[in-house]
């Protein structure tokens, strides 16, 4: 049969996510993308064409990268900040905004000259706690490092030798340095092409009168519980301190502590921190860097430096602005730390394919808890 050469070809309507814009060929396919992929409002996503990414870095690279989006790379080099990946609304108030943006390295000038002069004690008592938001004297967060030694026969074994707690004004409120349980095998010195430097800053003196990593850790949980019991802790709410670091996994488990799950924020492990793969963490100091705008760890390593930046990239995680609209009513109230209940079950794919990619969406529940939802419980 001769084709009419005035018919139009038909063509294969393609069902776009309305997340990160992957097309399919059924809408049955959209659906189970939906449910494998957790898209939310909370997702990164480009300031041009709104397109969601899994990750801040997967941003980046559809901003910058190699084989960016055009059209998005053009707006992002005359109008975005390098640091947030914000788009502003012209190049000046870009320059206005990138003074704000780029912070200055974290010294000790904002902590007293005794607090300064006792870090060379091994000793520091426990000072008033400053006043939280919530207009008592209970920090809501406080800021953990903890610098490691060498133990065992080859020093490969990490032994906490020294510990720092800021609250949320990056004020010290707690610092020691820790006698090993242990002979301490390693002072971790790094070697240069003719010199070699401390990168830990700790010497055998200032372990001598250390405290004891069981001392250590009965006033690193008075000031993170508050007075709450550990049993009380782990439910949701109370006056438990919220607990930021970077690699906090590695620091509880040399201090030998635990703390729940749902008070600690992660700098190494929140998702949209991550690389693009959303498998491996970066380094504290490449995303201090690239997130901040300034560089820490030349040289010795300084846990209130350390703790000022996780502090710091937390509470700039946590003032980023997610529309609300499609907000699950219960979802501050969700642990993220399991896999969130599934929205799109297969019983209910007949149900699910009339709804449009944007109703899908607006459905859709991550799979981690932003660190926004912080700032919604407390204001």
């Not at 097309?23 to 939310?40: A, C, T, W």
């Not at 709104?50 to 059209?71: D, F, I, M, Y």
């Not at 640091?83 to 780029?102: F, G, K, Q, V």
């Not at 709450?228 to 301190?241: D, F, M, T």
């Amino acid at each position: 049969m001769d084709l009419d050469p005035h018919q139009e070809p038909t063509t294969t309507r393609r069902h776009k996510c309305s997340a990160c814009y992957q097309q399919f060929k059924k809408k049955e396919h959209l659906v189970d993308h939906m449910r494998v992929s957790y898209h939310s409002i909370h997702e990164p996503k480009c300031g041009v064409c709104n397109k969601h990414c899994r990750t801040l870095a997967s941003v980046r690279e559809h901003l910058t990268g190699p084989l960016p989006k055009r059209h998005c790379a053009e707006i992002f080099a005359s109008r975005g900040c390098d640091l947030c990946l914000n788009i502003l609304d012209s190049p000046n108030a870009l320059r206005l905004h990138e003074e704000l943006c780029r912070l200055s390295p974290a010294y000790h000038g904002n902590m007293t000259m005794c607090i300064v002069e006792n870090y060379a004690r091994a000793e520091m008592d426990v000072p008033s706690l400053s006043m939280g938001s919530n207009g008592n004297q209970d920090p809501e967060v406080v800021a953990m490092d903890c610098e490691m030694v060498g133990g065992g026969s080859d020093g490969s074994l990490d032994l906490c030798a020294r510990v720092c707690l800021i609250d949320e004004n990056e004020n010290v409120i707690f610092h020691s340095y820790v006698k090993p349980i242990i002979p301490v095998t390693n002072f971790r010195f790094a070697f240069g092409n003719s010199f070699r430097f401390e990168i830990t800053g700790i010497t055998e003196d200032h372990l001598v009168d250390g405290m004891s990593l069981l001392e250590v850790n009965k006033k690193i949980e008075k000031i993170l519980y508050n007075g709450e019991s550990i049993s009380r802790a782990r439910l949701e709410g109370g006056k438990a301190s919220i607990l930021v670091g970077h690699d906090l996994d590695h620091d509880l488990d040399c201090l030998k502590m635990n703390y729940p799950l749902h008070l600690i924020r992660d700098t190494a492990q929140y998702r949209p921190l991550k690389r693009t793969n959303d498998s491996v963490g970066f380094s504290l100091k490449y995303l201090t860097q690239t997130y901040l705008g300034y560089e820490i760890q030349n040289g010795t390593h300084d846990p209130y430096e350390d703790c000022v930046a996780a502090l710091r990239l937390y509470k700039r995680m946590r003032s980023q602005i997610h529309q609300t609209e499609f907000l699950m009513s219960n979802e501050s109230n969700v642990t993220f730390h399991t896999r969130t209940i599934n929205c799109f079950d297969p019983s209910r794919l007949k149900e699910l394919v009339k709804m449009s990619p944007d109703d899908l969406l607006s459905m859709s529940v991550a799979d981690y808890r932003c660190w926004c939802l912080d700032r919604r419980q407390n204001s």
